[in-house]
């Protein structure tokens, strides 16, 4: 069966920090690239990051550029995302989503929730 | 990179069709293959409905197709049934490999 299971999501400080973590069964995940997606309560989607699969190749959405950090682990099935600095503006709902060629997103999660808030 | 534009509703009696717009997709090659179109339902995550422009993954209903002219590609919605009522969003890819989402649709079954 097919499954991206997200968590880590939390209320956190502003300026505090958080890991996000997407557990990934019924796919090779080494063979796929992966991101995240966020939205914003009662906002649109945006891109956040991705890796791919090629040579684990990192892209950042500039409004994360430097604070957020994208990475995986191809022996658990695990994506993350280190959220550093986090600002009021990161509180979201985020998703984590397989990558096709770096072309669309065919699989989401369920998504797990941020707040940053004092 | 600005959202691609989206009217913010549509909406159609059920049995009718219904067509978003979606302005400011890459028209350079080979990027203007990459549109997709994801539709979400109230309370759950994106699904995806259409991949490069036309393509439907499978178990994707054919009710729905894509299509695209310059830089605005569509995605048209036949046979309006009330479980397709949610949020639509289509998506871009510019030349960075750095995907935009459009603003988003919501459709309406009267």
């Known amino acids: 069966e097919v499954q991206l299971l997200e968590s880590g999501g939390a209320l956190v400080q502003p300026g505090g920090s958080l890991r996000l973590s997407c557990e990934v069964s019924?796919?090779?995940?080494?063979?796929?690239?992966w991101s995240w997606v966020r939205q914003a309560p009662g906002k649109g989607l945006e891109w956040v990051a991705t890796?791919?699969?090629?040579?684990?190749?990192?892209f950042y959405a500039d409004s994360v550029k430097d604070r957020f950090s994208i990475s995986r682990d191809n022996s658990k099935n695990i994506l993350y995302l280190q959220l550093n600095s986090l600002r009021a503006e990161d509180t979201a709902m985020y998703y984590c989503?397989?990558?096709?060629?770096?072309?669309?997103?065919?699989?989401w999660g369920q998504g797990t929730v941020v707040t940053v808030s004092s | 990179q600005s959202a691609l534009t989206q009217p913010a509703s549509v909406s159609g009696s059920p049995g009718q069709s219904v067509t978003i717009s979606c302005t400011g997709t890459?028209?350079?090659?080979?990027?203007?293959?990459?549109v997709s179109w994801y539709q979400q339902s109230p309370g759950k995550a994106p699904k995806l409905l259409i991949y490069?422009?036309?393509h439907r993954p499978s178990g994707v209903s054919d009710r729905f197709s894509g299509s695209k002219s310059g830089d605005t590609a569509s995605l048209t919605i036949s046979g309006l049934q009330a479980e397709d009522e949610g949020i639509y969003y289509c998506?871009?890819?510019?030349?960075?490999?750095?995907?935009?989402f459009g603003t988003g649709t919501k459709v309406t079954v009267l």
């Open positions: 989503a397989k990558t096709m060629y770096n072309r669309y997103f065919d699989h």
């Open positions: 019924g796919f090779i995940f080494s063979a796929y690239g």
């Open positions: 890796i791919d699969h090629f040579r684990g190749s990192t």
């Open positions: 890459n028209s350079d090659p080979p990027y203007y293959k990459y």
């Open positions: 490069e422009v036309t």
């Open positions: 998506s871009s890819y510019t030349p960075a490999s750095i995907p935009v």
